[in-house]
Nanobody
Framework: QVQLVESGGGLVQPGGSLRLSCLYS????????ITWFRQAPGKDREGVSC????????HYANSAKGRFTTSRDKAKNTVYLQMNDLKPEDTAVYYC???????????????????WGQGTQVTVSS
């Protein structure tokens, strides 16, 4: 079982930046894709970005392209989500997720992932 712990959320003004961290642990965790999701109040959980477990190839949802960057530091067992030019509509709880059956970025279906972190709140407001 892989354990995930998110951190780095907070309150930021529109146009600001935040870097979220997802610390993962468990057997051969480096081999698994790590996917970021977010869920705003009253809305479904949606995929934001993904980094593959094999070659760290990244993928971004349209809402994240050009503003968000995801990366992995294998020495620290951590995946990061750098978020720039934040907008009020980015306000949500952000989660990272993974599953031993998902080594490549292959979609944002929440049913694909068996391990989730507890989430970290991001609020974008002036």
């Amino acid at each position: 079982q892989v354990q995930l712990v998110e951190s780095g959320g907070g309150l930021v003004q529109p146009g600001g930046s935040l870097r979220l961290s997802c610390l993962y642990s468990g057997h051969t965790s480096h081999d698994y894709a790590i996917t970021w999701f977010r869920q705003a109040p009253g809305k479904d959980r949606e995929g934001v970005s993904c980094i593959s477990g094999s070659d760290d190839t990244t993928h971004y949802a349209n809402s994240a392209k050009g503003r968000f960057t995801t990366s992995r530091d294998k020495a620290k067992n951590t995946v990061y989500l750098q978020m720039n030019d934040l907008k009020p509509e980015d306000t949500a709880v952000y989660y990272c997720a993974t599953d031993p059956s998902v080594q490549y970025c292959s979609g944002y279906g929440v049913f694909l992932f068996g391990s989730w972190g507890q989430g970290t709140q991001v609020t974008v407001s002036s």
